[in-house]
């Protein structure tokens, strides 16, 4: 199914959050009980957020992970820029986070939380200390949010404030989305909209003349390959850092071009 193009691009500060829910089902294979449970899955941990105002162009031009337009690609305004501790040099991309105001109960929101998807990137500030203003310096756990979204759990005039979270397992409507760039033997494909773990370590596409190829990841949820693929349908198999797959058959059609998005089989949540 061909959806409404959007083109990414890149920035170097903020990721984002997002709230959805999905009515897909996913015939990918079950992971190991030691990845299904792990402790990142159960456990709150330390961090700190801040904010950036609803006027920033962020939002309209994407982040590190290459999703382009947020609002167009469906992420909204539910998205967050994670530091370098956090980000895994852009695996984590896609990942969904639950945080909630802690410690700081003057500007607290008693009894909330906000769920988020990893979307940007916030670069360290090496001219100044970890302590005194660099707040995306190694090894600060620190997330950076839309006003819209912190005011969610805590009152603005908190600005750097202590949080707790942990990761949780995404929801989303709709499949996988698959959107192809590039230019003759260079094709590009951005993975998103992905339910479960969220974040893709693995990417796999196939045409009706070709066997399964490994895509590389070119940047955050881009994934590259040298193939002639055109005049052919697409296929692709997909893997999340839990270790589940999906295969999409013949999601883009024969006659595909550079530019469209296509929507697959979605995960398991």
């Known amino acids: 199914m061909s959806l409404t193009p959007f083109f990414t691009t890149t920035l170097t500060f903020i990721l984002i959050i997002t709230e959805v829910t999905s009515h897909y ?48 690609a469906g992420y909204g305004m539910a998205t967050v820029g994670l530091s370098e501790t956090l980000f895994e040099r852009g695996q984590i991309c896609g990942a969904c986070f639950e945080l909630r105001c802690v410690e700081d109960l003057r500007w607290c929101i008693p009894g909330t939380s ?3 998807t990893a979307t940007n990137f916030c670069a360290p500030n090496y001219g100044f200390t970890s302590e005194g203003g660099g707040h995306c310096n190694p090894p600060n756990k620190h997330f950076v949010l839309p006003i819209d979204a912190f005011e969610k759990i805590a009152i603005w005039k908190a600005g750097n404030m202590p949080l707790q979270y942990r990761r949780i397992k ?19 494909v951005l993975i998103s909209n992905v339910a479960g773990h969220g974040d893709i370590v693995a990417v796999k596409v196939k045409g009706s003349r070709t066997g399964w190829l490994s895509m590389g990841r070119n940047w955050g949820q881009n994934w590259h390959i040298n193939a002639l693929l055109q005049n052919q349908p697409l296929s692709f198999e997909v893997t999340s850092s839990d270790g589940k797959t999906v295969t999409a058959y013949n999601v883009a059609p024969k006659d595909w071009s550079f530019g469209q998005t296509f929507e697959g089989k979605q995960f398991d949540y």
């Open 25 to 72: 089902s996913s015939s990918s294979s079950q992971s190991p009980p030691s990845q299904q449970t792990s402790p990142s899955f159960t456990e709150w941990r330390s961090a700190r957020a801040t904010y950036y105002a609803a006027a920033d162009p962020r939002d309209t031009v994407g982040g590190a992970c290459g999703y382009g337009d947020l609002t167009k």
């Open 170 to 188: 995404c929801r989303r409507e709709g499949g996988v989305r698959f959107t192809v760039t590039g230019s003759g033997i260079f094709i590009s």
């Open 114 to 116: 906000i769920i988020v």
